[in-house]
């Protein structure tokens, strides 16, 4: 089995910054990319930031200059530092990670429970 378990959510103000933190366990041969979405209520779930293996970064037009993805390939962890927040990135936040079991199976994605982050004065 394997787990991506999500942890730094909560309540922040405007302007505040906030960590979320997620580290993947279990069978685990190999991650390709790890990254970070967010579904905000009534909304679709959109990609927030994305890091490959060797360190490649991307990040959704709304949280660039604001949003920092990096990753510990020591741990399988990949964090996601948030400044500046502003009400509207208000969202579950869920992290997704690119994982190949063992050195002949197929990747696959896996998916974390989700952690919320409210931005709210």
């Known amino acids: 089995q394997v787990q991506l378990v999500e942890s730094g959510g909560g309540l922040v103000q405007p302007g505040g910054s906030r960590r979320l933190s997620c580290a993947a366990s279990g069978s685990i041969f190999s991650i390709n990319a790890m990254g970070w979405y967010r579904q905000a209520p009534g909304k679709q779930r959109e990609l927030v930031a994305r890091i490959t293996s060797s360190g490649s970064t991307n990040y959704a037009d709304s949280v660039k200059g604001r949003f920092t993805i990096s990753r510990d390939n020591a741990k399988n962890t990949v964090y996601l530092r948030m400044n500046s927040l502003k009400p509207e990135d208000t969202a579950v936040y869920y992290c997704?990670?690119?994982?190949?079991?063992?050195?002949?199976?197929?990747?696959?994605?896996?998916w974390g429970q989700g952690t919320q982050v409210t931005v709210s004065s």
């Open positions: 997704n990670a690119k994982i190949r079991r063992y050195y002949n199976s197929e990747e696959a994605d896996y």
